[in-house]
């Protein structure tokens, strides 16, 4: 009896280890130990089979046992990673990252523009990838391979979040129908565009691997996913239009968004068939999808409002800090929990936060909250490039090398036919106020790079569709050539379309809509608790330390001994007594923003002339302000 349990204990384990290792396409796969205690144990089996058939006694059949009880312990861990193997594996990627961080740096103070610090990322993850895939063991490259699900969760909210809760809204909502227009129709356009033909060359032509009709439809729908850090970085060192800088960025955030639902709704037809009820069916889950998660969203930053406004949290700094963080964090899981999407839910979760809760923040977390959320949307960024990189010994790879040309060629033509007939339509409406010149427009068809989101879409393809992993080299080769070769040339091609560089970030134009209107007068007064004097000092001080900081960061490189260069020092508006009274604010003397003499003095007072003309104030009291000053 007590063999025959341990024949069944052992051959338990056998099939246990067997399917330990599922995602392994062969044998040769395996790692080394792994194959070794496999041997190990049939040999014990073997040895019991003897065991049993010389009929020996108890103590000689435990003495089996335990050996067999030891090998099979060693044989479950021997590829689990322990504390020690894990935390070396995170102080890899951490040495990673603090070397692309200085391979910035250097990059920024040299001047050189063909290779942007996203591009320098993916080249150190394919360098270090390769030297995983040649000395490393299988519990390494387990922690370097990149993780759609650990993407979706932990990276990709906090670049989302941050863009909605820092983006210059006045810029962002005075182009927003023209982005609506890029991001919902064009994203439209580009998906069912690229998948037909894709189709064409693969399912009806059969000059590549052959996909079905929803293969390369879902295909169309996550590569349509744009993701241009790398452009968005440099027209932002570089200071380009803002309306230019306004559409490029809009529509790569809210197509992000789109695409997502557009690739949930367009692979379920794998399991059903194309009906005009189902199409119908597909729309209507579309829209609810998004318009769901929209609210979601939009719910969740109004409450952090209100519960901001009427708790006081001002003098908690350290707790007022931590909600803000878990407010945004919650509105991602709430829409995900909902099956709904969470990146259209954290995007307006951080313009609605930015817009009311920002309000009600104590002065000094409003600072922190915009420097932490950048920094940990930069942390992220820079450590999805490097996974990129790192993918490319991550898997097993099948090229298709005339599908990787078709499907190129198609998104460049399905980016033409997104971005061109659009912008017409959308000078059209405006009727010669605010058009999209042709370079700016040709400036956005060059823009359309492609990222982690359309990568880490095409991760879940692979798993679900026959032809994922033909899938997935494909969109693999299209991210990494568009970061590196459309990223590195977006200087050059900047200049060659002669777009104005060094435009200065703060417009006095006055931008204004009935919702714009209704939002001061109603919105605003019910969910924050700042008057509307207040509220325009607030966004003065804003502007002008924006201003300080871009004009200072212009002339660092000329002036290095002076700590504020030739540009403006930022100005601080401190207030002085109760706010709740509606006491006025007064600026600081002279000596405490490091001015020195009458110039300065009166570059301040032209600066706030400029800036003010944007605001929405009392001009009688911002007169008083000056006189004060």
């Not at 189709?199 to 691997?209: N, Q």
């Not at 990129?388 to 898997?395: D, E, Q, V």
Request: with cysteine; net charge negative.
């Amino acid at each position: 009896g007590l063999l025959h349990e341990l024949w069944s204990f052992v051959q338990a384990a056998l099939d246990a280890e067997h399917h330990s290792y599922p995602t392994l396409r062969s044998p040769e796969e395996r790692s080394p130990s792994s194959s070794v205690m496999t041997a190990s144990i049939r040999d014990t089996v073997n040895s019991l089979v003897e065991t049993s058939s010389s009929l020996l006694g108890e103590r000689e059949a435990r003495s089996a046992a335990d050996t067999a009880d030891s090998v099979l312990r060693a044989t479950v861990v021997c590829d689990e990673p322990d504390e020690v193997t894990v935390s070396f594996n995170l102080l890899l990627v951490t040495a990673l990252l603090i070397i692309c961080f200085l391979t910035a740096y250097a990059l920024r103070q040299s001047g050189f523009t063909y290779l942007h610090e996203s591009g320098s990322a993916i080249i150190y993850g394919v360098f270090f990838g390769s030297l995983v895939r040649l000395f490393s063991t299988r519990a390494i490259e387990e922690m370097v391979r990149f993780d759609s699900e650990g993407f979706f969760l932990f990276l990709l909210p906090p670049i989302i979040f941050e863009s909605g809760y820092n983006m210059r809204r006045r810029h962002f909502f005075r182009n927003f129908v023209s982005i609506c227009m890029f991001a919902l129709v064009g994203t439209l356009i580009s998906t069912f565009l690229v998948g037909m033909i894709v189709y064409v060359f693969s399912g009806i032509l059969k000059w590549t691997a052959t996909l079905t009709f929803v293969e390369s439809l879902t295909f169309g729908a996550l590569i349509s996913a744009t993701d241009p850090v790398t452009v968005l970085a440099i027209f932002k060192e570089l200071h380009v239009d803002v309306d230019l800088y306004a559409n490029v960025f809009g529509e790569s955030v809210l197509n992000d968004a789109v695409a997502i639902v557009l690739y949930k709704t367009v692979i379920s037809f794998q399991f059903r068939t194309f009906t005009g009820l189902s199409m119908l069916i597909a729309v209507l889950q579309f829209l609810l999808v998004f318009g769901g998660s929209l609210v979601v969203g939009v719910v969740t930053g109004l409450l952090s409002a209100l519960i901001m406004k009427y708790t006081k949290m001002q003098k908690h700094e350290s707790m007022e800090a931590a909600l803000l963080i878990l407010y945004a964090y919650t509105s991602y899981l709430l829409a995900e929990g909902l099956r709904l999407s969470g990146i259209v839910s954290v995007l307006f979760c951080g313009i609605t936060m930015a817009h009311y809760t920002y309000n009600n923040l104590g002065h000094q977390n409003r600072e922190f909250s915009k420097q932490f959320f950048e920094v940990v949307a930069f942390l992220a960024e820079t450590s999805i490039f490097v996974y990129l990189g790192f993918a490319i010994f991550s898997f097993e790879h099948h090229y298709d090398f005339v599908l990787i040309t078709v499907a190129m060629l198609a998104c460049l033509l399905a980016r033409g036919c997104n971005v061109f007939p659009l912008a017409g339509l959308v000078n059209l409406a405006r009727r010669g106020q605010n058009q999209i010149p042709t370079n700016h427009q040709v400036m956005m068809w060059f823009s359309g790079l492609r990222g982690a989101i359309a990568f880490s879409l095409a991760l879940e393809a692979r798993e679900t569709l026959p032809n994922g992993h033909i899938l997935l080299t494909t969109t693999l080769v299209i991210v990494l050539f568009t970061v590196l070769v459309f990223g590195g040339l977006t200087t050059k091609v900047l200049q060659l379309l002669q777009i104005n560089i060094g435009v200065s970030q703060h417009d006095t134009s006055r931008y204004t809509n009935r919702f714009l209107d209704f939002d001061r007068k109603y919105l605003k007064p019910f969910f924050t608790d700042r008057k509307p004097f207040e509220e325009s000092t607030d966004n003065l001080v804003v502007e002008l330390d924006d201003l300080g900081r871009e004009r200072r960061s212009d002339d660092d490189d000329d002036d290095d001994d002076d700590d504020y260069g030739d540009g403006y020092p930022i100005i601080e508006i401190e207030m002085d007594g109760d706010e709740e009274d509606g006491s006025s604010p007064e600026f600081g003397s002279p000596e405490d923003t490091g001015s020195e003499g009458g110039e300065e003095l009166a570059s301040y007072i032209h600066s706030i002339h400029s800036v003010a003309d944007s605001v929405n104030s009392d001009r009688d009291e911002l007169e008083d302000i000056e006189m004060r000053r």
